[in-house]
T-cell receptor
Framework: QDQLVQSGAEVKKPGSSVKVSCKAS????????FSWVRQAPGQGLEWMGR????????NYTQKFQGRVTITADKSTSTAYMELNSLRSEDTAVYYC???????????WGKGTTITVSS | QSALTQPASVSGSPGQSITISCTGT?????????VSWYQQHPGKAPKLMIY???NRPSGISNRFSGSKSGNTASLTISGLQAEDEADYYC???????????FGTGTKVTVL
């Protein structure tokens, strides 16, 4: 069964950085894209960016440009999302997702809760 | 890039049909057949229900169907069941600024 296993919850100080991992199983890692989507408490879904492992190309939404870095390690089938200069508004659940047939996301990780607090 | 517009809530009785709308622009919903729908139960990750406007992934009940007209996409749930009570989000490819844009989300209540 295809699945994405994410790293555990973290509590970070404002101004610090966090790096979340997402290990994929099932399917051929390099043949998919992997996106990161976040959801603040009680709020909707927000797409942050994606990586195309076979091309090693990442795309980011303008809101997070310069503050987020998405990478992939093909040798371990793991995608990563690093977010810098954390602020309280970054407190959210961060989901790793796998690109499906086209511009959809067919497999989701369980989510990683990041809490930013002094 | 603004979020796609969805009604905040929709409700129906068991066995009824409900429809959730998702309104965008010609740069997203209206311009491409890349509309997806996701179901999210409380405390859980979203689940893909519909992709490319009207296609169901393997294992998704045929009670769920999608359509699109102009800049508005729709998700219809027929034969409403208690387990359908959840939040639903639409998503579309967009040619502006970012590849994906999500809808504002709709809470479905089964009366």
């Amino acid at each position: 069964q295809d699945q994405l296993v994410q790293s555990g919850a973290e509590v970070k100080k404002p101004g610090s950085s966090v790096k979340v991992s997402c290990k994929a199983s099932g399917g051929t890692f390099s043949s998919y894209t992997f996106s990161w989507v976040r959801q603040a408490p009680g709020q909707g879904l927000e797409w942050m960016g994606r990586i195309i492992p076979i091309l090693d190309i990442a795309n980011y939404t303008q809101k997070f440009q310069g503050r987020v870095t998405i990478t992939a390690d093909k040798s371990t089938s793991t995608a990563y999302m690093e977010l810098n200069s954390l602020r309280s508004e970054d407190t959210a659940v961060y989901y790793c997702t796998r690109g499906g047939t086209s511009f959809d996301m067919d497999v989701w990780g369980k989510g990683t809760t990041i809490t930013v607090s002094s | 890039q603004s979020a796609l517009t969805q009604p905040a809530s929709v409700s129906g009785s068991p066995g009824q049909s409900i429809t959730i709308s998702c309104t965008g622009t010609s740069s997203d919903v209206g311009g491409y057949n890349y509309v997806s729908w996701y179901q999210q139960h409380p405390g859980k990750a979203p689940k893909l229900m519909i992709y490319e406007v009207n296609n169901r992934p393997s294992g998704i009940s045929n009670r769920f169907s999608g359509s699109k007209s102009g800049n508005t996409a729709s998700l219809t749930i027929s034969g409403l069941q208690a387990e359908d009570e959840a939040d639903y989000y639409c998503s579309s490819y967009t040619s502006i600024n970012t590849f994906y844009v999500f809808g504002t989300g709709t809470k479905v209540t089964v009366l």
